[in-house]
Nanobody
Framework: VQLQASGGGLMQAGGSLRLSCVAS????????MHWYRQAPGKQRELVAT???????EYADSVKGRFTISRDNAENSVYLQMNSLQPEDTAVYYC????????WGQGTQVTVSS
C-alpha cells in the first residue's frame, strides 16, 4: 500500500496550491480520505475529509478556502487551497481510513507573508 502526496511548495500569502495524493494497493473507492497537517511544534490536525459518498467536512480554519475532492477512477484525492495564509504553513499528509488506515509521506507547504 502506498499513498503518494505531491503539490506542496512555497507560496506567497493569498496564493493557491493544489495538493494531490495517489493511492495504490487499496480499494480506494471505499476509503474515507483525509488531509491532515502538522506545523512545527504543533500537533497534527485534521484539515478536511471526504467520504466514499462524496460528503465533505472541513476544519473551521480552512472553511471557504480549501476544497477536498476525489477521483476514484484515478485513485486520487485532492486538496485545493486558496487564499493561503502564513498559518497554513505545515507538512500536509493524506490519510486513508476504512477498517485499516494508511498515511502518505507528507508534502511541505510554506506560505510567506
Amino acid at each position: 500500500v502506498q499513498l503518494q502526496a505531491s503539490g506542496g511548495g512555497l507560496m506567497q500569502a493569498g496564493g493557491s496550491l493544489r495538493l494531490s495524493c495517489v493511492a495504490s494497493g487499496i480499494m480506494f473507492s471505499i476509503y474515507r480520505m483525509h488531509w491532515y497537517r502538522q506545523a512545527p511544534g504543533k500537533q497534527r490536525e485534521l484539515v478536511a475529509t471526504i467520504r466514499n459518498t462524496g460528503d465533505t467536512e472541513y476544519a473551521d480554519s480552512v472553511k471557504g478556502r480549501f476544497t477536498i475532492s476525489r477521483d476514484n477512477a484515478e485513485n486520487s484525492v485532492y486538496l485545493q487551497m486558496n487564499s493561503l495564509q502564513p498559518e497554513d504553513t505545515a507538512v500536509y499528509y493524506c490519510h486513508a481510513e476504512e477498517r485499516q488506515e494508511y498515511w502518505g509521506q507528507g508534502t511541505q507547504v510554506t506560505v510567506s507573508s
